[in-house]
């Protein structure tokens, strides 16, 4: 009668968590996935090592003998894991990331390039969809999402803090033509609207004071990529309605202007997500750490 690694594992890191969620999420699999082998291994050895409650997780008298017995090897088989990681002092392979098309320009230059300047012997494969992908499902190491569309089973690192949209404008399109002052303004202006990734077109959304207003806003340019609403709000075609770190640089040299600033707030920005595991691979623990050393916010 034997037992896996993983089924092993998942004991102890039960026991250590103190409850399914939290080994489920460091162990990159789904609570339901984790209990259902949990049950497996009991019914295999034919004793139960947790009592189970709507509260918590507890060892059973069994358990606590059966983790003690196995945590040493385990913890042995960790140790040699470790410093075959640490022995690979540069990354190699290929390291598949996902992100949106928006996300990925602005972390190309900064980031990705930067990564592969660093550790040459490295590949960087970058898909790019709209719509939240599952990463583990389809083969990626890594992901960069907003911190609100990141899973909860994910590990996130922060790479923009905090991030805004705003409402921004050419020069040459308000020649005669009043700037908006409220949102409601807008319904006189011709806005480039964006179809999302689910097929609807975004209702802009405005905060201030307590008070929530969102927009249908008119317009005849509807596109679905946020880098071409950034070429056409600069050739004058209407009001857009853009990350701020896009259009920063646009801002600065004066070649967009920006309106309602009382009326976008910050929110939780981009984070590098990732499976959470034990053993983070080296290529990904490069990555992860170039993050760190590289924080993108600027104000």
């Known amino acids: ?100 098309l928006g996300a990925a320009r602005m972390l190309l230059r900064p980031l990705l390039l930067e990564y592969l300047r660093r550790y040459p012997d490295m590949a960087l494969e970058v898909v790019t969809d709209n719509a939240l992908v599952d990463i583990v499902g389809q083969g990626f190491d890594a992901g960069f999402r907003l911190a609100e569309a990141v899973p909860p089973d994910m590990i996130a690192i922060p790479i923009l803090r905090h991030a805004r949209m705003v409402v921004v404008g050419a020069p040459g399109y308000f020649q005669g033509r009043d700037v908006p002052r409220q949102p409601a303004d807008l319904k006189h202006h011709q806005c480039i609207r964006a ?65 309602l600033d009382d009326w976008t707030p910050p929110y939780d920005g981009l984070c590098l997500y990732y499976p959470g595991r034990r053993h983070v691979p080296a290529k990904l623990r490069a990555l992860i750490d170039l993050v760190r050393a590289l924080p993108l916010d600027q104000g």
Do not use: C
Not at 1 to 10: N, T, V, Y
Not at 38 to 61: K, P
Not at 230 to 249: K, M, P, Q
């Open 1 to 100: 009668m034997k037992a896996s690694l993983p089924e092993l594992e998942a004991v102890t890191t039960i026991a250590r968590l103190g409850g399914f969620r939290a080994a489920a999420r460091e162990l990159g699999v789904s609570s339901s996935a984790l209990s259902h082998a949990v049950s497996t291994l009991e019914a295999r050895l034919d004793v139960r090592l947790f009592n189970r409650t709507t509260r918590s997780v507890v060892l059973t008298a069994a358990g606590e003998a059966f983790v003690a017995e196995i945590a040493p090897a385990l913890a042995a088989i960790d140790s040699a894991v470790e410093r075959a990681t640490v022995s690979q002092t540069r990354p190699t392979g290929t390291l598949r990331l996902n992100t949106s």
């Open 195 to 259: 179809r999302m990734a689910s097929g609807r077109i975004y209702h802009w959304e405005f905060s201030r004071h307590g008070e929530n207003v969102e927009i249908d806003v008119p317009g005849p340019l509807i596109l679905d990529e946020s880098g071409l609403m950034l070429d056409a709000v600069l050739e004058g075609a209407g009001i857009a309605y853009l990350s701020d770190f896009a259009v920063r640089e646009h801002l600065a040299a004066g070649r967009l202007v920006q309106m």
